[in-house]
């Protein structure tokens, strides 16, 4: 059975594939082949920020974001790092911690960006 117009156009204009080879596809392959085309995309680092004078948290979420970190606005379950300030709430830090979020200073997240090593020292 040959396959419908529209996968027929997304395989010859996405892969490299024959006629030869589209004739010799079911429906099903052609659809498996276009599907496993489609990129993955990669699951983001989630990181919030507390404790900072605005300007600061500004300066640090711009850094974050171009970093392709996601930036969250609490502790959530996706959560991977809370960076704290001086100002920075025990309340949300003891929540961090029940929940084995890794704890980082300023100066701990751009070293992060910068080298991609976490602290060895992750809980404050």
């Not at 396959?3 to 997304?10: A, H, M, N, V, Y």
């Not at 502790?75 to 790092?81: D, E, P």
């Not at 709430?89 to 070293?111: C, T, V």
């Amino acid at each position: 059975m040959a396959l419908s117009e529209k996968l027929t156009r997304i395989l010859r204009s996405n892969t490299t594939l024959s006629e030869l080879d589209l004739n010799n596809l079911t429906e099903r392959q052609g659809w498996e082949i276009v599907y496993s085309l489609k990129p993955k995309a990669e699951p983001k680092i989630e990181i919030c920020f507390t404790g900072f004078s605005p300007n600061e948290k500004s300066e640090l979420t711009k850094f974050a974001e171009e970093n392709n970190f996601h930036i969250a606005k609490s502790i959530t379950v996706n959560l991977n790092f809370l960076c704290c300030g001086e100002n920075a709430g025990p309340s949300k830090m003891k929540k961090a911690e029940e929940q084995n979020i890794i704890l980082l200073n300023a100066d701990e997240f751009r070293n992060l960006i910068e080298t991609g090593e976490i602290p060895r020292n992750t809980y404050r």
